[in-house]
């Protein structure tokens, strides 16, 4: 499966109050895997958790994929890790939805995300709030 749901070691990681769940996106995301992804949430999701997408081996995305990702930033339960990888970028950009979910700088001033910065072995870091 092109994704992968652990939690943050120490869950150290804290976002609006909740504690963080990180969400490993790679390869290729297509319709086919939009409910299984919604699924596997869930639980996190009731627990209260946010989502920290980390997608640095993401090639591409699709709209279904996408649309996950806008609920749950509509809901305030998205962070997207620094680094997230041109396929991100690039799937965000072909649909129109960079200023949206894009973690990069140039879509902060715009852009009511917060980016994560978690080393991946660590598990904790800073995070700046943007909105």
Avoid: Y
Wanted: a positive charge; aromatic letters at 4%; charged letters at 25%.
């Amino acid at each position: 499966m092109p994704f992968a749901l652990d939690p943050i070691p120490d869950q150290g990681v804290n976002f609006s109050g909740h504690a963080t769940v990180t969400l490993h996106l790679s390869g290729r995301l297509g319709v086919q895997h939009a409910r299984p992804l919604w699924d596997a949430l869930q639980p996190s999701l009731q627990r209260g958790a946010a989502i920290c997408v980390e997608a640095r081996e993401l090639e591409e995305m699709d709209s279904s994929m996408i649309q996950i990702l806008c609920r749950l930033h509509r809901n305030r339960r998205l962070m997207v890790k620094e680094g997230a990888g041109e396929g991100f970028r690039a799937s965000l950009e072909r649909r129109g939805m960079e200023q949206c979910l894009a973690p990069d700088a140039a879509a902060a001033a715009s852009a009511p995300i917060a980016t994560a910065k978690v080393p991946a072995a660590a598990g904790a870091g800073k995070r700046k709030s943007r909105g």
